[in-house]
């Protein structure tokens, strides 16, 4: 879009383009903090209007301006509508809080009049005055706003990959919200920095662990800061210089060879296709390779790696510290026990079922969330049968890989393959397949014939 407009470049020609001011044009104007955060520029369009249009806090700190009011409220259409009617005929000032471009009114603007309708007068953000308060950088920060967007977990998502957020809260995401979703998914002793009342009668900043922040309660006004720990501190030979993935079976602490071999690893991975801030449930972790190498893959919000076998855990916990695996969560207890106790997953990987294949994939069925994937192990064609009967009875697609794996191995001076235990890989979703996708051509009709082979804790096929 072409502008022959003269930029306006200071105090004085906003003064000046504000005495030519005429409808339609509307000002839009951030307030900041508080009435002492506006400019001299600022306060002659707010002068010059015929109409002030803002939240009802903002409108109280003009008690002497001699022009009418529109008060901005939730729907914001309304309010809207409002304000381009009045404009027509009357010069209207819309004062944000905090900038207007900054998860304020100003892009609704735009939309409603056009960039060619409005004036904009930028101001300090509550982001930037809490930060300013704390004595702390924000150029890396992320910033998300809570306002009606409560479902959407991407904030979290951000912590677990290590990042520091800034949340703009609302009535019922507040502080204690926040404080009790960090709790809930194991980033209980992560600082918050509650940012209450700024500029105003009444300021408060207050640093506390989510934990102390839970159940609390905090002034009405306030913004969120969420500070990432550093990582748990590991050996380099452990952490700085393993793979992605791939990582050798003898780096990890296991029982007797009893651990998911890399190849087979890789495969697992693939079919649980992760994305980003999601649950994963490691059922029957073992030495928890398959989880620790998927938060390695991509910065999931929660990994869940349950396993009863005490030893098997405490080589869980072990290989956790070992390599810095800040959201995988171990638990210590039957994987079908466990689950009531869990959030929704969005991938399940199952590598053992303590003997009751069928009552743990039911249950991860009711649980998995819409777009889920669920993947298991299987050494035993009994294992294999019972796990595809149970998806076809459920009318749930489902798809079989098998691997066989052989390594080189010395033999005398020359080298022979050793073939490992070949390994069946069950993938099974709710919802069909892209198209092109490929899929599983096996239309036998199967029938469950019963059995209690275990997918992980049989000892001469077991996967982990």
């Known amino acids: 879009m072409n502008d ?23 000002a839009v104007i951030g307030f900041g903090m508080a009435r002492s955060d506006l400019s001299q520029a600022a306060l002659a369009w707010i002068n010059r209007a015929d109409v002030l249009a ?6 109280d700190a003009f008690p002497d301006h001699h022009g009418g009011r529109i ?84 904030w979290l998502e951000q912590v677990a990959g290590g990042g520091a957020v800034a949340l703009f809260t609302d009535d019922h995401h507040d502080p204690a919200w926040i404080a ?43 913004i969120v800061a969420v500070f990432a720990e550093a990582k748990p501190a590991a050996a380099a030979s452990d952490l700085d210089a393993a793979p992605v993935m791939g990582i050798d079976e003898a780096a990890f602490e296991h029982r007797q060879g009893l651990i998911t071999k890399r190849e087979v690893r890789a495969v697992v991975l693939a079919l649980l296709q992760l994305k980003p801030g999601q649950v994963l449930w490691d059922l029957g972790a073992g030495s928890g390779s398959i989880g620790i190498e998927a938060c390695r893959l991509t910065p999931l919000l929660r990994v869940l790696a349950v396993e009863r076998h005490p030893q098997r855990f405490r080589d869980l916990e072990t ?30 990987f199952i590598g053992g079922s303590g003997g009751r294949l069928e009552p743990l994939l039911e249950a991860v069925r009711l649980r998995l969330r819409p777009g889920g994937r669920v993947v298991l192990t299987a050494v035993t064609l009994d294992t294999l049968h019972r ?65 209690d082979t275990d997918v992980r804790e049989d000892e001469p096929g077991r996967v982990d």
Do not use: Y
């Open 4 to 26: 022959d407009r003269e930029p306006v470049s200071d105090d004085r020609d906003q003064e000046r383009a504000a005495a030519e001011w005429q409808p339609p044009r509307v």
């Open 54 to 59: 803002a939240g009802r806090r903002i409108l």
């Open 71 to 154: 008060e901005i409220r939730s729907p914001i259409a309304a309010s809207l509508d409002a304000i381009e009617e009045c404009a027509g005929n009357s010069r209207v000032a819309v004062l944000a809080s905090g900038d207007p471009f900054f998860f304020g009114i100003g892009k609704a603007l735009v939309e409603r009049l056009g960039p060619d309708g409005i004036v904009a007068l930028a101001n300090i953000t509550s982001v930037q005055a809490l930060f300013a308060r704390l004595k702390r950088p924000w150029q890396e920060v992320r910033t998300f706003s809570l306002h009606g967007r409560g479902d959407s977990m991407a």
């Open 180 to 222: 009790a979703e960090l709790v809930q998914h194991g980033f209980g002793s992560l600082p918050l920095a509650i940012g209450e009342n700024l500029g105003l009668a009444g300021e408060a900043v207050r640093v506390m662990a989510a934990r102390e922040a839970r159940g609390r309660r905090f002034g009405p006004l306030n």
């Open 319 to 348: 290989n956790i510290k070992r390599f810095g695996a800040r959201s995988v969560t171990p638990i210590a207890a039957d994987a079908l026990e466990a689950l009531a106790t869990l959030p929704d997953p969005d991938r399940v």
């Open 387 to 451: 796990a595809r009967s149970f998806w076809k009875r459920r009318g749930w697609p489902s798809a079989v890989t098998q691997i066989q794996v052989s390594r080189s191995t010395a033999i005398g001076d020359s080298e022979r393959l050793e073939a490992l235990n070949p390994v069946f890989i069950v993938e099974a979703w709710p919802e069909p397949r892209p198209v092109g996708a490929d899929s599983d051509s096996d239309s036998d009709s199967d029938t469950d014939t019963g059995g």
